[in-house]
């Protein structure tokens, strides 16, 4: 610490002296050197001047230097002004845009999380999708084959309706049969009516009355092999029918197996299809809710990342408002000087013992003593303290 | 009905995270930026669960919860600090306040969730 009045005392001293010395060497060396005495101390007092010049101890130079000071001061007080206000401003600016940007970005990551939500429960990837499609194809699959089953019970039904019909032929055949039969009877009949009217013929007159019956007998022989006859006829007719409508039923039914066994072949292509489709459905929903889970995994350490927007921020500020505080020291520095003519070095300690009071991070603590470190791990379960 | 808890800190992002974190956890969320602004949102209305920064402009979480906890309605309402704050000494703040846990950033969304769920109103 250097003060003014210092600076003047130590220059009227050696000043002082240096007359003394002059005036001594004048009144002592006067009567015996005359003029020389007087140069010599003449080359003293010039001696002392050019001396306390050198040292910046010369009254005239001492106010030159306090003006120096001054304007020194006054210098660094606006050096202080034009910078540090800027220097702020742009570290205020990062920080404001580093947190716009931060919490753009967390906005971002939760519209993901959402979409991806929205994406997965439109997709059943939820499980309950899986869940009901499963059902959907089992419900499908019952009614499909309820279907072929009546269907099946249809084509069964179709084929005892062919054997009745097959059956029908058998009957007509011993209708035709028994229509034959008839027949022969009554060939046989009239056999024996021709011969019934011979014995009746031999007999004479006696036999006039047997002759009557047996010309009625084979009058009704004759009708018999007439209706035989009518009824072999109609026999053949419906049997020529029953078997035309078999073998039309037995077409038919062949056919309808034929279209049957394809649509039970197409019902089950379609369910293979349509079991396929689902089940990659099933497994494609599986993979999105893994990936799902993984995405929100990544969302969340991401999340863990960008709270150093938070850290580095109070950072920022607490260096900015620091930072601040120094264009205020720089003019109580230069006001005191003024004031008390006492020229003080700047004091980092003040600065500093402030700028570890707003310190909230023990990391900002270990980073002031010169630590270099890296960024903190987010806290674990066990590190919550609950009161 | 979701059950309501209050962000209260003055850094956007900060509350866009924990935001994120509870609505995928299924809760409501109502932000304040700071203590003056979260107690002018406290209006009587369910409160859960209030999450808190501690070191906020206009008035500090320790204050906030002081006063948050004279509020009729949210007397028995459960307060958890999230702070960059790691002393010992702040903790003891907190607790004195009514604070019922303390966690330090950077948290695991995870972990906040955890306490969420041990301390959260039924």
């Not at chain 1, 140069?39 to 001396?51: D, G, K, M, R, S």
């Not at chain 1, 980092?348 to 470190?373: C, F, I, N, W």
């Amino acid at each position: 610490m250097i003060s003014q009045s210092g600076l003047r005392s130590k220059t009227v001293v050696s000043f002082g002296l240096a007359a003394a010395g002059a005036l001594g060497t004048i009144v002592a060396g006067w009567s015996a050197w005359g003029w020389a005495t007087l140069i010599w101390a003449a080359l003293l007092l010039a001696a002392a001047a050019w001396l306390t010049r050198d040292s910046g101890f010369a009254p005239a130079s001492a106010s030159g230097d306090n003006a120096m000071i001054d304007n020194y001061l006054e210098g660094r007080e606006r050096f202080g002004d034009a910078v540090l206000p800027v220097w702020c401003r742009h570290i205020e600016n990062s920080r404001t845009q580093m947190e716009e940007a931060v919490s753009d970005l967390a906005s971002r990551f939760s519209s993901i999380v959402d979409k991806l939500d929205n994406a997965l429960h439109v997709s059943g990837g939820s499980g309950q999708g899986d869940h009901a499609m499963t059902e959907v194809f089992s419900h499908s699959e019952q009614r499909l084959g309820s279907v072929v089953a009546s269907m099946k019970s249809a084509m069964a039904s179709k084929h005892a309706m062919l054997a009745q019909i097959k059956d029908l032929e058998r009957f007509t055949r011993e209708l035709r049969g028994m229509a034959e039969g008839v027949a022969s009877i009554a060939a046989q009949t009239n056999l024996l009516a021709l011969n019934a009217a011979i014995e009746a013929a031999r007999a004479g007159p006696a036999g006039a009355g047997f002759a009557v019956v047996a010309t009625e007998v084979r009058m009704l022989s004759m009708r018999s092999a007439e209706t035989g006859k009518e009824i072999t006829n109609r026999v053949g007719l419906i049997s020529s029918a029953i078997l035309a409508a078999s073998q039309a039923a037995e077409q038919s039914s062949d056919a309808e197996d034929k279209s049957m066994q394809s649509a039970e072949g197409m019902i089950e292509a379609v369910l293979n299809e349509f079991r396929e489709m689902t089940d990659a459905l099933v497994q494609s929903s599986a993979l999105l809710k893994q990936e799902s889970i993984g995405i929100q995994g990544e969302v969340g350490q991401a999340l863990v990342q960008l709270q150093f927007q938070d850290r580095v921020s109070q950072v920022m500020s607490h260096v900015r408002a620091n930072m601040e505080q120094l264009l205020p020291l720089l003019r109580e520095n230069r006001q005191r000087y003024i004031d008390s003519g006492v020229l003080e070095p700047l004091d980092p300690d003040l600065l500093m013992h402030d700028l570890q009071k707003t310190y909230a991070m023990a990391e900002e603590h270990a980073v002031h003593s010169g630590a270099r470190l890296a960024a903190p791990a987010a806290s674990e379960a066990d590190e919550i303290t609950f009161f | 009905m979701g059950k309501t808890i209050m962000v209260v800190d003055d850094s956007a992002s900060l509350r866009q995270v924990v935001g994120i974190a509870l609505k995928g956890a299924g809760y409501d969320v109502i932000e304040g930026r700071d203590g003056v602004d979260a107690l002018s949102k406290c209006t009587g209305q369910k409160i859960h669960l209030v999450v808190c920064d501690v070191n906020m402009p206009n008035m500090d979480g320790i204050t906030f919860v002081k006063q948050f906890k004279q509020l009729p309605n949210y007397k028995f309402t459960p307060v958890i600090m999230l702070t960059t704050e790691s002393q010992e000494s702040k903790k003891e703040e907190g607790k004195a306040a009514g604070a019922k846990a303390w966690v330090v950033k950077p948290f695991k969304p995870e972990v906040l969730l955890g306490a969420v769920a041990k301390l959260v109103l039924p």
